[in-house]
């Protein structure tokens, strides 16, 4: 079975940083596409930040890019999400997906597609004051 298990959300005041961790299972170290999205209340989902977990490639929405940072443990197949200098609208439910695959669409294009992600983690929440 694969399972993705986020942890590492929390209240923070503005300016401050996060740790993210998405505990993967059942996942290929060397092929698997990885990303987190958002989702606040009343808004869309949205795409955050995408890598493979093979070849290191990554890509970031505009809106966090220079902020945060996606990374993966490839012993552990964990991957992080670190924020910082978080803001105010930053404040979401944050959900690691993943993509059993050997390419990632979305860490190449920058273009982040729920569609794309068949698997998914039950989310952390994230609150920025």
């Known amino acids: 079975d694969v399972q993705l298990v986020e942890s590492g959300g929390g209240s923070v005041q503005a300016g401050g940083s996060l740790r993210l961790s998405c505990a993967t299972s059942?996942?290929?170290?060397?092929?698997?596409?990885m990303a987190w999205f958002r989702q606040a209340p009343g808004k869309e989902r949205e795409g955050v930040a995408a890598?493979?977990?093979?070849?290191?490639?990554?890509a970031y929405a505009a809106s966090v890019k220079g902020r945060f940072t996606i990374s993966v443990d490839n012993t552990k197949m964990t991957v992080y999400l670190q924020m910082n200098s978080l803001k105010p609208e930053d404040a979401a439910m944050y959900y690691c997906?993943?993509?059993?695959?050997?390419?990632?669409?979305?860490?190449?294009?920058?273009?982040?597609?729920?569609?794309?992600?068949?698997?998914w983690g039950q989310g952390t929440q994230v609150t920025v004051s």
């Open positions: 059942g996942l290929s170290p060397s092929s698997t596409c």
């Open positions: 890598l493979h977990t093979g070849d290191g490639t990554t």
């Open positions: 997906a993943a993509h059993p695959s050997g390419y990632c669409y979305a860490a190449v294009s920058g273009r982040f597609s729920e569609d794309r992600f068949p698997i």
